[in-house]
């Protein structure tokens, strides 16, 4: 089956799109998103209720004003009984009239309140509550009828009204008004069945709400915890890169140095005094050729090409040998320390000491050239800034580790104060064979550099991150 | 007359070209071979047999050094003289350690390349005038700033006397004709010479006799 490309494209877009996407960003969103949707779930709870309480007053309020309607239209009817009866026994056509009068006025109140009430009536009642009206009409036109009647016509046929046409309609209206309460009541109790579910949707929205905001808080609380700890191993991993890279640079830095001074020494050094030798060759042949009392001015360019070759050779080796000198590679340790101690002496008049057993020579290339540079550092520090007159260089070796030290008797100085003088460079050096370095001083007690370098296996472990 | 034969050791062609020239122009002396590195030079000195080898210390494959103690493994006759460029003490006792009868700086004028030649030939020692008077300037500054006293004062007239000829080169059969005495007295004087100077070797004894200016 073939898949479209442009089918994954978008996937891959969105997916190159969230990698460029900081995770800052990501938590920010996750988290906001989370607490608009807790304020957005408690508002619409709280809404809810709200609504749900109005409704169930609601209810209750027109269910209870009904009740009230229809026991009103009830008891008129009863009382339209009354009135017609004392209208019919009425002796007088006076009070005859003013029974009449109180009956329009009730007839009035009945249309108004079954006009009130069928406004206020379900659908369901509808039926029963047209019936009602028909049946009231019905009444009221039978008892229309009877006004019209004279004294002898009330005296003679009253009684017959009165148990055969009055009594068994009022008997239908209230069975009616009496349905239309049982219907009444049954909505209650439906509305009451509707409270119920609307409660239970609310208890379950509510559940959702909490479940949906626990897992959504759950896996940001994964997130967060996922991206701390890989921006721990990250922070970790740079700082592993960073001192790979520090220990890298220490050894291209001594790699080049060696690289240079052995071209210095070997390829310029060489051609220089071949080309010393080659001039005094010259100087020689120009003799015999020409005689000696002609050669005068070939011979002394030929000297003074001698002498500037000899300067230049001079200054290259000197160079090599600040670069790195050529008996740590040939010989080791020792000599390179011992040379390094005659060259400080002549140039300061320091009296320097070098205690070093013969084992000393043979270590580790790294581990040599880390002693040689703290030397070279510590002699310098010495001889420049405190004042020293004699310093004692040690280096001891055991199976396991070598001990290297250098202690003046100068100014010593501050360790709180001061840093430089290259104290961070010689840190570097020995942290990055899992040696230790301790500088002992204090101002007018001399200073102490100690060193001390484990060996081989240990060197190894110390540094997780081997270079090259 | 007899000429000094040579074998020229170094890795640049041009440095040999040059020394070359400047021997061949001397009447006592002829260059029987030249070698470009250290193995080599073993086997040329094993095949021709020179007087004296001009050894370069700094070659690649097998240094002038290591090299020299082999030609005078197989032949302890031949005078070895060191080519070098550098001056410090290291290589200049490494080389005497190893057998070499010169030291000589590659900067070094011919006088000193021809005398030096003529002393290993000799079996004689002679280290470059430049080296010597570096070593003797070190050795005066080193005894000023540690107010040594000069352990030189506590030698006999006998033993500083074979001091000197020891350093010169001669063997302890040689320093014992000389004196009239047996090689047995004299190994006991160089016993003492070293436990009083606190030197380690023959090596150790031609240093220090160049620092004291017992000897060039």
Redesign the interface.
Known sequence: MRVFPSRLFPVRLFRARLSHVRPSWILLGGFGGLIVFILAAALGTVFMLDRVSDEDRRLRRTFIERLGELEQIRSEIYLSGTYVRDFLLSPDAGGAQEQRTRLSGIEQETHTQLDRYSRLSEPEEAAAVESLRGEIDAYWQVMQSTFDWNQDERDERRYTFFYEQLVPRRTTMLQIADQIGSINQRGLARAEERFGTTERNLRWSLIATFTVTLLGGALLAFMTVTLTLRLGREVERRGHDLQDLSARLVRAQEEERRMLARELHDEVGQALSAIMMEADNAEVHLISAAGAQNSEEGRDRLRSINTMAAKTLNAVRDLALLLRPSMLDDFGLVPALNWQARETAKRTGLSIRVTAGDDCDELPDDHKTCIYRLAQEALNNSARHADARELQVTVKRTPESVYFSVQDDGAGFDKRTVRGLGLLGMEERVRRLGGKLKIETSPGRGTAIVAELPLMEEAHAANPYPAG | MRQIRILLADD?T??R???R??LE?QPDMTVVAEASDGRECVQLALEHLPDVVMMDV?MPGM?GIEASRRVLAANPGIGVVMLS???????VL?SLKAGAKGYLL??S??EDVLEAIHAANAGRSFVSRKISRMLQE?YV??LD??GLEDSYELLTGREREILQLLAEGNANKEVAALLNISPTTVETHRGHILQKLSLHGTADLILYAVRKRIIS
């Open positions: 640049h041009f440095v070209d040059g020394l020239a400047l122009r700094a240094n460029m550098h001056q410090d003490e290291s290589y490494r590659k900067d004028p011919r070190d500054q080193q700033s540690k």
